[in-house]
């Protein structure tokens, strides 16, 4: 059966991790060893410059630096290489000298300037566990005019990321240095215009003097090394010391390129440079948008999840370079679902007894001061039970952190990384992680510090927004990401680039560059996010007088005017010129370069810049202003101005408002930093929603939630909650999204609410540049009852999903979403595609494909002429032979009754078949034609069989050279067919085993997306729905007459409306399986309604296509068919996704109602009527657009009888007839009205719709053919001889491959056998007259008659041997041992399934018997 269905299941795996390398602090810290020194040499081809200090030589000390410079962070790389003994190395040392002064004796002679001094750079190594440089050590140092001969540690260590590793005796010390560090007294400040000479020593042994590693004195010279560079160096330009340094001769440490070294534990506190962030798998925000502490918490667990690296930062030291005191930041965990929640930013109840009700805290700090217990820095081990910290080494005697380091960028960002192991031996006061346990995680921070509890804490005095608190819920084993706040250089230019401007952030300082394409003035504003530009906004405005000065204007706004001179001026002018940078559209304009402080300590009139978002507006003019100072008077810009938010501090460009529509919804949105705002309205006044999950995760299911309206009294209500299923959102009980605003108006909702983009909740979906599935959703008139928690509202009325990337501006990246719907469609798509592909292949293929000789007919000559000629001639070209044209005198009916000859009998006996049952007929010798047509007789033997007379020879070799004859297979084909083609075991079952197993593998996909391969996010209910929407399209596919499915697979349309039947079950099955899970919900929401709705019609449909229905009710059955469209109507309704597979199905049907009208909607007039008892013959013109085959079937409407009612037919005229006829028995209502109609008239209107069908196979390529009939049922029978035997035809014979044609009629009487007699009887006739036709083997039997009763002379009584005949048929067909026979069979499902079977049990070994039915009901 070419629509059974073949199933492909491909599952894709893709998993794939990338685990980035850890930088400097963030290297994973072992909780009990230290790191050591790995064995191997760094790679240097990282680094850009190199220079011997001390060249290399066998058996000698040598030093060389390589470095590179680190643009972004504003530091240098530097690696400092020394050829000494390791592993107990030596030391080697560089030092910064500055130019200004001559080296001596390796730098140590100073000259009397402030800056005389060698800002040294230390590194050693030591495998003695009690050494000071165990396992190894690089040392910020200094070496000063008072002791020159002495490096001193700088108790401000400027070196991070300290690496030293060691090879073949070589010592590698790499770190990182900021160009400049902020400690003016002992690092030099490398700059573009500062050169140093480089200084250094090197030696195999040390001395650990001051805490510094040196050289041994009493060592030999030869030993260690000393000395200066040759010449100067400027680390930011290339110089004449810096060279490639040779490679090739520095054999030993340059033959390894695997980078594997530890990491130093430093204890010094770093400055200047943000630590690198991409060593840590998470980040989570704790402080909101608003707040501008800016507090992070960065972590990685180990990957055997014993320890936990941490990375806490805070904005809480921007006094540490004016006080030398940082503030202070701490985080601390407090189990999550305990009877007594945290409050007041993890300051649980002191009284309320618990095992676990404590904070486990860790808080930390910085102080420039010696005596401070926070010297350096301070990561300290505590707890927090009531609103006292507590230390808990001096509570408990450990300290479970350890890694610790503490550094602090330029902008005043503390960080703190420490490692922590999930358990620690203190389970007092540590809470023993589990990394898949849901906590609180409390946060505190102030940039003022207090030390009363030897713990790091704000001073109960700074309130307000001085400090912060707070909590998160999270787990550490699920993923969080946030944005990095290192600051970064940007730039911003306006969309008609007509204004730019960049700036950068150093040292609490921020430079701005701006450039317009006006030669007047311009200026820049700043504002709060919430805060209109202009109105209450910091401004600056400069220009460039007429004397070439620059002119700067600090100033403040409160409304729409020119701004207001601030007393307190704190812009600086840097440069100007008369030129545009950034790209603008005209190199003409005016650029000018100033400076300020993020915060100038002006709280009245001046924005303090943070960390945070911004109002960044702009303006400019082309006209110069008047005047200076508070006296200056400038034009007002007009259109030359706009406005953007933007992070002057943690590099983030401008984010514009974007949009989005569909249907009745609207959002716009706006990101600021951290945090977005969105604005959601709609047609309707009830409530709006909008919802975020991950980009092909369902939009209902797993998806973080925001619902809003209006309520009665006008106060606007927001809910966020997350879903887990297809229901009503559950409350969050931490509720991140914040109302702004919320308005009802003229049939329009609309909600302004703002959130962050990480909100760092469990059940929040985390917004990052990154497509997102972005669902909404609206009810038109219900408003909700109940507030926050309380809440109860109804389905929604509308709704859609789309994915998109709300960081570029709302640009739909994917819009196919894949559900069980489009997945099951795609898959029996490509299934019957590629089918398609083959079939259509494999026919092109035979096209080219050589005649098999072995095949074509042997058994006669090629003939010398039409053996038909004659009797043409006689018609005079008007030759039409057939049931309504040609009967024979009586005397050649009489010879029809005879046998030919005894030895006939006996070989049709030796054969196998019963001579009752089918009679061997005479020869012609002569027949006389009532209309004197007369047939040439046939050359016999003198034994009165036919002889192989060349007169009617045989067929051309072009009559039948495109026909190969059917192989009959082998004996595992045949199995397999035997197996596959037979029938159901079931009484009165006419379903093929491979029907049965297609339409089975088509259940068993269906049900996996259920059971075995669901979809993520489709939970059994949803998928059943999804399932139902996806057959109601299929349904549709086998049930128009003029299917795409005829020309894709050749499935005609009798036989795929058994699929049809079957879908149309398995739709109702999928849709009540659906409905049942929501049962309790019917009558309660719209949308279960329409649902209901449309189950209640493809309920009705299935109830009025039962069999019997069909079969004596058929134009009953036809019309109440059309409630499937009220299924399709309420499907839709109920759900958007039902609306493309509505659509597709209604358009094929709709097309297949056009093609039907054209055919079939012109009424004309039947040519010929033939009444018989009880039925009619029918003969009409043909279609003009039809292609006529054997086996087809029409539908037919007489408008005279019923105007709509249309009833299928089998044509019992042969394709190549000139007319069509149709043979009609009274058996219903509407055809017993034919009947008699028929009767009355003569001649009827008639309307065709049609043909359709035909059989699955050409039998003329058979040697043997069995024609199976029953009554009316031989119709297609009667064609097929028609066609064979050329009846009615004016064409040559044509190809064919037939011998024998086994003809079986079962008729009830001998009236029914009238019906064809005639035709029965010419065929015959030729038969047996004309040699090149098929032998034809007539086994028609009247059922009803007895032995005694008069026949016909063709018929017999009692009913076929099917046995005998089939017996007889194969041994006709054989060819050696091999058989193949075409088998078709019409008439009384009884005597058709007897058939089948028969054909099924024959085949077997080298036999096969091809069977094909007719459908006798739809």
């Known amino acids: 059966m070419k629509f059974t269905l073949a199933l492909c299941v491909l599952a894709v795996c893709v998993s794939g991790w990338a685990e980035g390398q850890i930088l400097g602090p963030q290297q994973t810290f072992s909780a009990t060893v230290p790191s050591t020194v790995q064995r191997l040499a760094p790679t240097v081809n990282q680094y850009t410059s190199c220079i011997d200090l001390q060249p290399y030589a066998v058996n000698q000390p040598s030093v060389r630096m390589y470095w590179s410079i680190d643009s972004v962070n504003n530091a240098v790389n530097i690696m400092m290489r020394s050829q000494v003994a390791c592993p107990t190395c030596g030391y080697v040392s560089v030092g910064l000298y500055p130019s200004t002064y001559a080296p001596f004796d390796g730098g140590h002679q100073y000259g009397t300037g402030s800056n005389a001094f060698v800002d040294l750079w230390a590194a050693s190594s030591s495998t003695n566990v009690s050494a000071n440089c165990y396992p190894w050590c690089i040392n910020d140092a200094y070496m000063a005019p008072g002791r020159p001969y002495r490096p001193i540690r700088d108790a401000k260590d400027n070196l ?49 003097d001051n805490n510094i590693p040196e050289h041994y004195y009493d060592q030999g010279s030869n030993t260690w090394c000393s000395g200066s560079s040759d010449n100067v160096v400027n680390f930011s330009l290339n110089s004449t010391a810096v060279q490639a340094c040779n490679v090739s001769n520095d054999l030993p440490p340059q033959t390894f390129t695997v980078q594997n070294m530890g990491v130093q534990q430093t204890t010094s506190t770093i400055v200047g440079v943000a630590p690198k962030t991409l060593g840590y798998d998470n980040c989570l925000q704790l402080t909101g948008a608003a707040d501008p502490h800016n507090i992070y918490l960065r972590w990685t667990v180990s990957k055997d999840n014993a320890s936990i690296n941490f990375m806490l930062q805070g904005l809480v030291a921007q006094n540490y370079m004016v006080t030398g005191e940082a503030g202070y930041v701490g985080v601390g965990l407090y189990p999550y679902g305990t009877m007594y929640p945290p409050y007041g930013g993890g300051h649980p109840d002191q009284m309320i007894p618990s095992t676990d009700n404590f904070t486990d805290l860790w808080a930390a700090s910085a102080s420039m ?14 707890y927090m039970i009531g609103y006292q910290p507590a230390n808990d080494v001096f ?12 550094m602090i960028d330029n902008s005043g960002n503390l960080y703190a990384m420490f490692t922590r192991a999930v358990a620690t031996p203190d389970t007092t006061y540590d809470q023993q992680i589990d990394i898949n346990k849901q906590y609180t995680l409390l946060y505190s921070c102030s940039p003022y510090q207090s030390l009363s509890y030897a713990v790091p804490e704000h001073q109960v005095s700074n309130t307000g927004a001085a400090r912060c608190a707070g909590m998160k819920t999270m787990t550490f084993s699920q993923n969080y990401q946030c944005t990095t706040t290192t600051p970064t250089g940007t730039t911003y230019t306006s969309p008609n680039k007509d204004f ?19 030669v007047g003035w311009l200026g820049i504003g700043f504002s709060a996010v919430t805060v209109p530009p202009h109105t209450g906004s910091d401004m600056v405005v400069a220009w460039v007088d007429s004397a070439g000065a620059v002119q700067i204007i600090d100033g403040f706004s409160s409304k729409q005017t020119q701004p207001t001179y601030d007393v307190q001026q704190d812009a600086t002018a840097i440069s100007s010129m008369k030129t545009t940078t950034g790209g603008l559209s005209s190199a003409t304009g005016l650029t000018i370069q100033w400076s300020r402080k993020l915060d100038t300590g002006d709280a009245t009139n001046d924005y303090v810049i943070s960390n945070a978002p911004l109002t960044f507006a702009w303006a400019y003019h082309t006209d110069l202003p008047t005047g200076t100072g508070s006296n200056a008077q400038y034009m007002y810009h007009g259109a030359s101005r706009d406005n953007t938010f933007l992070n002057f501090v943690g590099g983030g460009g401008p984010v514009a408002g974007q949009t989005y529509t569909s249907g009745k919804f609207s959002a716009t949105w706006q990101i600021s930093g951290t945090s977005i705002t969105f604005n959601m309205s709609g047609q309707a006044v009830g409530w709006i929603s909008v919802g975020f999950s991950a980009a092909g995760v369902d939009a209902h299911k797993g998806s973080d939630m925001i619902v809003g309206w209006v309520d009665t009294t006008g106060a606007v209500q927001i809910i966020d909650g997350f879903s887990s299923s297809q229901s009503q959102p559950t409350y969050d009980e931490q509720q991140d999204a914040i109302p702004i605003s919320g308005t009802v108006s003229g049939g329009q909702i609309a909600i302004v609410f703002t959130r962050a983009l990480n909100t760092g909740d469990v059940n929040d979906y985390a917004i990052t540049n990154n497509p997102l599935t972005f669902a909404w959703a609206l009810h038109t008139t219900a408003v909700p009852t109940g507030t926050a928690a309380t809440a109860m509202y109804t389905f929604h009325t509308d709704y859609d999903e789309v994915v998109l990337d709300l960081f570029t501006g709302g640009v739909v990246k994917i819009l196919v979403k894949m559900t069980p719907a489009l997945s099951l469609s795609f898959v029996v798509s490509a299934t019957i595609l590629a089918y398609s592909f083959v079939r259509f292949g494999w026919r092109l293929v035979k096209c080219f494909l050589p005649v098999n000789k072995a095949l074509q007919q042997d058994e006669h000559d090629v003939p ?52 009752h049952d089918s009679p061997d007929l005479p020869p012609k010798e002569s027949g006389e034609l009532k209309e004197n047509v007369e047939f040439s007789p046939s050359k016999r033997s003198s034994d009165g069989r036919r002889s192989k007379a060349k007169n009617y020879g045989q067929f051309s070799p072009e009559m039948y050279s495109k026909l190969n004859e059917k192989s009959s297979g082998n004996k595992g084909t045949n199995f397999v067919a035997r197996i596959t083609k037979a029938r159901l075991p079931f009484r009165g079952a006419q379903i093929a085993v491979v029907d049965l197993v297609g339409f089975g593998i088509y259940l068993f996909i269906n049900l996996g997306y ?30 128009t007459r003029n299917s795409v499915l005829v020309y894709l697979l050749g499935a005609p349309f009798d036989k795929t409306i058994q699929f049809h039947r079957w879908l149309g079950y398995l739709c109702l099955v999928e849709s009540t399986l659906h409905w049942a899970y929501y049962f309790p919900y019917t009558l309660l929401y719209e949308k279960c309604i329409t649902g209901l709705t449309s189950w209640i019609f493809v309920f009705l449909v299935f109830l009025t296509s039962v069999d019997k229905m069909r079969r004596f009710y058929f134009n009953t059955f036809y019309t109440l068919h059309f409630l499937f469209l009220g299924f399709y109507i309420g499907g839709v309704g109920h759900t958007k996704e039902f609306v493309p597979y509505a659509a597709l199905a209604l358009i094929l049907y709709g097309m297949d109602r056009i093609v039907r009208f054209f055919l079939g909607a012109v009424p004309k007039r039947t040519l010929r009527i033939n009444v018989h008892e009880g039925a009619v013959k029918i003969n009409f013109s043909k279609n003009a657009f039809g292609s006529y085959a054997l086996g087809q079937y029409v539908f037919l409407n007489f408008p005279e009888i019923g105007l709509l009612e249309w009833h299928p037919f089998t044509l019992s005229s042969g394709p190549a007839e000139p007319t069509c006829e149709v043979m009609v028995k009274g058996l219903g209502d509407h055809t017993k009205k034919l009947v008699q109609a028929s009767a009355e008239k003569g001649k009827l209107w008639i309307r065709v719709d049609g043909p359709y069908g035909k059989w699955p196979f050409n039998i003329m390529r058979y040697r043997t053919v069995i024609l199976v009939s029953g009554g009316v049922g031989v119709t297609p029978c009667m064609a097929a001889l028609r066609h064979i035997y050329h009846i009615n035809r004016e064409d040559k014979l044509g190809d064919s491959r037939l011998k024998s044609v086994f003809f079986v009629w079962s008729c009830k009487d001998a009236s029914d056998f009238h019906w064809y007699g005639d035709v029965l009887e010419s065929i015959v006739h030729l038969s047996e007259s004309v040699a090149n036709y098929p032998k034809l083997h007539n086994h028609s039997h009247i059922t009803s008659a007895r032995e005694s009763d008069p026949l016909p002379a063709l018929a017999k009584p ?36 007897l058939t089948w079977d028969e054909t099924s049990k024959r085949t077997q070994d080298r036999n096969r018997f091809d069977f094909h039915h007719e459908t006798f009901e739809f």
């Not at 091999?1378 to 058709?1392: D, F, N």
């Open 160 to 208: 991070y990321n300290k690496i030293l590793s060691y090879s073949n005796g070589m010592i590698y010390a790499q770190f990182t240095r900021p160009f400049i560090t902020g400690d003016n007294f002992y690092d030099q400040n490398m700059t573009a215009t500062n050169e140093f000479w480089l200084v250094y020593s090197c030696n195999p042994y040390f001395n650990m």
């Open 369 to 382: 001061f010696n005596g401070s217990r926070c010297f350096p820095f301070c990561i300290d081990d505590a």
């Open 395 to 406: 509570s408990a005697g450990t300290d479970d952190i350890t890694g610790k380091n503490v």
């Open 500 to 518: 730019f401007v960049s700036w950068s952030v150093a040292s609490g300082m921020i430079t701005f560059t701006m450039s317009s394409i006006g």
């Open 864 to 915: 010398d002429q039409d053996p038909l000629k004659d009797i043409k001639s006689s018609r005079n070209g008007k030759f039409l032979r057939g049931s309504m044209a040609v009967d024979y005198a009586n005397p050649a009916k009489e010879a029809l009754k005879q046998p030919d000859n005894e030895e006939d009998d006996e070989n049709e006996d030796a054969h196998g078949e019963d001579p």
């Open 1010 to 1039: 259920v059971t075995w391969w669901p979809l993520q996010g489709y939970t059994p209910d949803i998928t059943w729905g999804y399932l139902a929407v996806a057959n109601a399209f299929f349904v549709a596919l086998p049930a």
């Open 1358 to 1393: 009692g009913r076929p041997r099917l046995e005998k005949i089939f017996e007889a048929a194969e041994n006709a067909a054989k060819k050696g041992e091999e058989a193949r026979i075409a088998v078709i069979a019409c008439g009384p499902e009884s005597l058709v399934n």
